[in-house]
Structures are given as structure tokens and as C-alpha cells.
């Protein structure tokens, strides 16, 4: 049962990302043709707010629930892996208007016809587990 | 009330994003880290895709918590647009209403593209294609990139790391050669 707080985190992000009409193939249209604020508002603001709470971890030493030392996810540098990789998610991004989290909250929003693109992005997955090997990274 | 006339509104950009922070905070907080399209690799593992590569041959089991938070963004999702309702449809820009109008792409005040997103049109081969690219490209280009919108642009970006800057820079080159450039072509 302790799982059970991220049942609660994942309700409330499907919550936020409806609110926000993130999850809308219109608005992320919108943002590609650069046609309205909305996104790169939504985008900025969350990095800023990320920022300040990262800061504030690291300087604070804040420890975890449990109280550990919070981790993060350091990145190794290289440029092929991000920026192909990247290109291939955008392009996927900008055709179904969804990122993989507003793929599952619209099934929530009783869009069924989304386990169809749940079960690509899976197999596209799968696929990059199978040639991972002979990609640049 | 405040609250639920706060919930039964579409929310400003200033609020929605710090909201999508906090929910990387309470995901740090708890031990974890932001990102979803990792989900994607742990349901591969868990469906027994580690016999055919190594790259699903990890502990998934230390992956299921974000199972459980994906299976609740599903219950956001229902409760928010059971519960929550916006009054008014969404306010999209009217060049963009205009322009995918061009391509024959009708906003008719729905989140997505009804004709787009039926099962009739999936059951068109075009209607189907369309998903199963767009959906490949996006577990694809996810885990080649390391991360998605949630992993790179907030998580990454927060934590200033260079990587995730390239990553983003790739989304919105991909995003704009599908819109500018391949949108006209399959529309």
C-alpha cells in the first residue's frame, strides 16, 4: 500500500494536463505553427517552477519521504541519441498530438481508439530494444 | 465552491505549468523520478519482451510505481472530464482552426479531431497507418532520446541539463517537419 500515493500523484496529473488542455491535438498544433501562447506558457512556466524546486532541493539538502537523499537523473552528454532521437519523437508528437502521458489520461477521457496509439508506442519501443545496438548514441 | 468553480475551468498557462512541477516535486519527494514514456519500456518487460533484447532485461519491478501513477493519470483523466467539465469548448487560435481547416482538418470544438480519432477512420488504411506511425515514432523516438516531454523538457530542463536541451531542440525539429512539411503531403 505504499505504492498507493502515486495512484493519487497520477490522478492528479491527469487532472492538470486535462485542465491545462495539454492533452488536445489543437493545442499542440497551435504551438507548432507558433499561432498561440498557450503552450510555450505552460512549458516555460513548469521549467521556471522546476527550476526553483530543484534549486531548493539541492541547496536544502531535502530528503525523500522515506529519508534518503533525493537523486536525480544526471544525463550522459552526446549529441546523436538526443537529437535523432528527439526528431523521431517530434515527429510523432506533432501527428498524433499526444506525448505518451495524454496517450493513457485520453482513454480516461473515454477516447478508446488511443489504445491503438498506446500499443504502437509500445511496439515502437519494443523495436528500439531490438536494434538499440546499431543506432548512434 | 472557489474550488470547484477552480476545477470546472480550463486553467491558465501560469497555473497549469508550476502544477505540472509540483507533480515532479511530489514524484522527487516520494523517492522517484518525472517521467512517463519509461512506463513503456517496464510494460514491454513485463510482457516478456527481455527474451529477445537485453534492454528489457532490467528489474521491473522497481518500475511498478510508475504503472500505478500511469494507471491514475487514467482516473485524472476520467474524473476530470466526468466531474470537471469545461463550460465552453476550447479556445484554439482561429489561424490555427483555419489552416488545418486548409488540410481538411475540422475543429469542431472537441480536445482532438473527432475525424481523426473514431474507429471508423482507424479502420481506413490511411486512419490506421496514421496511428500506428504516429504511435511508433513516439515509443520510438522516446526511449532513443532517453525521455519525453515529462523526462527531458521538465524534468531535464529543470535540472539544466545540456542532453535534455538537445532533445527538445529535436522535438520541435520533428514537430515542425511534420506539420510544415508532411502534413500537407498526407492531408
Known amino acids: 500500500m505504499k505504492q498507493i500515493k502515486f495512484l493519487f500523484i497520477g490522478t492528479l496529473f491527469g487532472i492538470i494536463m486535462t485542465k491545462s488542455e495539454v492533452i488536445s491535438w489543437f493545442r499542440i498544433q497551435e504551438m507548432f505553427r507558433f499561432q498561440s501562447f498557450h503552450m510555450y506558457g505552460i512549458i516555460g512556466s513548469a521549467i521556471i517552477t522546476g527550476l526553483i524546486l530543484v534549486k531548493t532541493i539541492k541547496r536544502n539538502k531535502l530528503k525523500t519521504i522515506y529519508g534518503d537523499s533525493i537523486k536525480f537523473n544526471d544525463k550522459k552528454l552526446s549529441i546523436p541519441r538526443y537529437l535523432f532521437g528527439g526528431i523521431i519523437f517530434g515527429l510523432g508528437w506533432a501527428l498524433t498530438g499526444a506525448c505518451p502521458g495524454p496517450m493513457f489520461i485520453m482513454i480516461g477521457h473515454g477516447y478508446a481508439v488511443f489504445l491503438i496509439l498506446i500499443l504502437s508506442a509500445l511496439l515502437g519501443t519494443y523495436v528500439y530494444g531490438l536494434i538499440q545496438h546499431k543506432l548512434p548514441h | ?187
Open chain 2, 1 to 187: 465552491m472557489i474550488l470547484i468553480d477552480f476545477l470546472s475551468n480550463p486553467w491558465p498557462w501560469f497555473i497549469s505549468g508550476p502544477m505540472i512541477a509540483l507533480v515532479m516535486f511530489l514524484l522527487l519527494w516520494a523517492g522517484e523520478n518525472f517521467g512517463v514514456s519509461s512506463t513503456l519500456r517496464t510494460i514491454c518487460s513485463i510482457s516478456g519482451a527481455s527474451k529477445h533484447s537485453s534492454y528489457f532485461d532490467f528489474d521491473w519491478k522497481s518500475q511498478t510505481w510508475n504503472i500505478i501513477f500511469i494507471t491514475g493519470s487514467v482516473i485524472g483523466g476520467f474524473v476530470a472530464s466526468t466531474y470537471f467539465q469545461n463550460p465552453e469548448s476550447l479556445l484554439i487560435s482561429t489561424n490555427t482552426i483555419n489552416d488545418l481547416a486548409e488540410l481538411g482538418i475540422n475543429f469542431n470544438s472537441d480536445i482532438v479531431p473527432t475525424e481523426l480519432f473514431n474507429w471508423d477512420s482507424v479502420s481506413t488504411l490511411k486512419g490506421f497507418l496514421i496511428m500506428l506511425f504516429g504511435g511508433f515514432l513516439v515509443g520510438f523516438g522516446a526511449r532513443w532520446a532517453g525521455g519525453c516531454t515529462s523526462g527531458h523538457a521538465i524534468s531535464g530542463l529543470s535540472n539544466l541539463q545540456v542532453p535534455s536541451l538537445i532533445a527538445v531542440i529535436g522535438f520541435f525539429i520533428g514537430g515542425l517537419i511534420m506539420t510544415f512539411i508532411i502534413f500537407p503531403l498526407i492531408f
